[in-house]
């Protein structure tokens, strides 16, 4: 089992930033994919942003650019760094890692809140 923790959610103003944080125990985590996913109100959960094991980055379109995904695997956590925040990016943050053993898995959520 891979038990995932975020954290660094919160309101802030239209083009502001916040970085979200997501610390990871139980598993190997530098074998691990991971990535943010995000779930607006009444909308399905959605791609975010990933970072595989070696470091390399995928983002979608809608954040390229704004955020900033990494990792610190002597720390076992994920990082999301949000700048120029708008109000469409509010939703629940969830943090997701795949093992290549144990499968895949999910946080609780983090939630943010972008007003304007």
């Known amino acids: 089992q891979v038990q995932l923790v975020e954290s660094g959610g919160g309101l802030v103003q239209a083009g502001g930033s916040l970085r979200l944080s997501c610390a990871a125990s139980g598993s190997d985590f530098s074998v691990n994919a991971m990535a943010w996913y995000r779930q607006a109100p009444g909308k399905q959960r959605e791609f975010a942003a990933a970072?595989?094991?070696?470091?390399?980055?995928n983002y979608a379109d809608s954040v390229k650019g704004r955020f900033t995904i990494s990792r610190d695997n002597a720390k076992h956590t994920v990082y999301l760094q949000m700048n120029s925040l708008k109000p469409e990016d509010t939703a629940v943050y969830y943090c997701n890692a795949e093992s290549p053993f144990l499968g895949g898995f999910w946080g609780q959520g983090t939630q943010v809140t972008v007003s304007s």
């Open positions: 970072i595989s094991s070696g470091g390399s980055t």
